[in-house]
């Protein structure tokens, strides 16, 4: 027999912090006909990872444990199933993998063929696997809930984040009036991406600087619900507030005759293409605030666990 094929990866064994989290041999994956396997040039983290690992959202992200975390890839298909027509071996890609299987923290990941999609090609493949949540999210909260035009204004709340800084760039590229709330340090950076206004939100309130009634609001904040539904009145009848993190209040909106959305981030290899020709296109770039290695995962888990990690940070994997 054959000795298995083997790759490194990391795996966490219990939920709880991040010394659970191990760099280890395991057995690459294998591939359903309708999926690929990629080889990992890199990965993302996101602050959903570290609590899925601490076990605090186990009923709503249920997994079997050992589980290999990370939701974004960039990579090179080394493997296709035979029942996928669209990609191709040696084909650099990139995807938003199942949050519910094994991920991207390991040396090769298997995922279905139709979240997949062709790689930018005018930034580097790693920097690529920075795109997929934020950009995907963004996408998804202004055009699928938001209905976002030119010519409308738009409040993006946490407008520095992984997230936020996409949703500036795309609602630019549409055409929008864009207002978002950041910190000050985050200021130059969001004028260099084509922000319209910035609220400090460590110094004003959000509805004290918003004079004009904005077509939508796209709530990426930690404030809580009673907070945001203050802000429902900056809406204009019609206007639409979408949340990723705390819901508005339904019975405000219905009063004021608004929309209410709370989301989470679908995959779609389609839209990740239309977001692969807009960095091509130069329109879109991934903000990435550090880059760290595979074996070096549990240290930034640490990190996040004592509140040190900020926007986003590259996970590389392939040399």
């Known amino acids: 027999m054959p000795a298995p094929e083997m790759m490194h990866a990391i795996r966490v064994h219990a939920y709880g912090n991040s010394e659970k989290m191990h760099y280890e041999n395991v057995l690459m994956p294998k591939i359903e ?4 396997l990629i080889k990992v040039s890199a990965t993302a983290f996101n602050p959903l990872d570290h609590l899925i690992r601490m076990g605090v959202v186990q009923e709503t992200f ?14 090179t298909i080394t493997e296709i199933g035979k029942g996928v027509k669209n990609l191709k071996v040696g084909e650099s890609v990139f995807a938003l993998l199942n949050i519910l299987s094994n991920g991207a923290a390991a040396e090769y990941v298997a995922t279905k063929a139709e979240y997949v999609a062709s790689a930018p090609k005018k930034i580097k493949l790693p920097e690529v696997a920075a795109i997929p949540v934020g950009a995907l999210t963004a996408w998804q909260a202004l055009f699928d809930h938001g209905k976002l035009e030119s010519g409308q204004r738009v409040l993006i709340a946490g407008a520095a984040g992984g997230v936020g800084t996409f949703a500036v760039q795309l609602a630019k590229w549409k055409g929008a009036y864009v207002i978002g ?6 200021v130059p950076m969001l004028k260099e991406l084509g922000i319209d206004e910035t609220i400090d939100y ?30 429902l ?3 204009r009848e019609g206007g639409t507030f979408v949340s990723i993190t705390s819901p508005a209040d339904e019975k405000v909106a219905k009063e004021l005759k ?6 989470s981030v679908q995959q779609s290899g389609e839209q990740l ?6 960095v091509d296109e130069g329109v879109l770039k991934p903000i990435i605030a550090e880059k760290v290695k595979l074996k070096d995962l549990p240290e930034l888990h640490h990190r ?14 392939a040399e």
């Open 33 to 36: 006909a309708d999926e690929v």
């Open 62 to 75: 249920p997994h079997k444990l050992p589980y290999i975390p990370n939701v974004e890839v960039s990579g």
């Open 181 to 186: 709330t950041a910190s000050e340090s985050s």
């Open 202 to 231: 460590n110094q004003e309130m959000v509805e004290e600087r918003i004079e004009d009634k904005l077509d939508l609001i796209f709530n990426l904040s930690p404030e809580g619900t009673n907070e945001v539904s203050n802000w």
């Open 233 to 235: 009145h900056l809406l």
């Open 258 to 263: 608004v929309n209410v959305v709370n989301m």
């Open 273 to 278: 293409a239309q977001i692969a020709k807009l």
């Open 304 to 317: 996040a666990e004592v509140g040190t990690v900020r926007s986003k940070v590259l996970i590389t994997v």
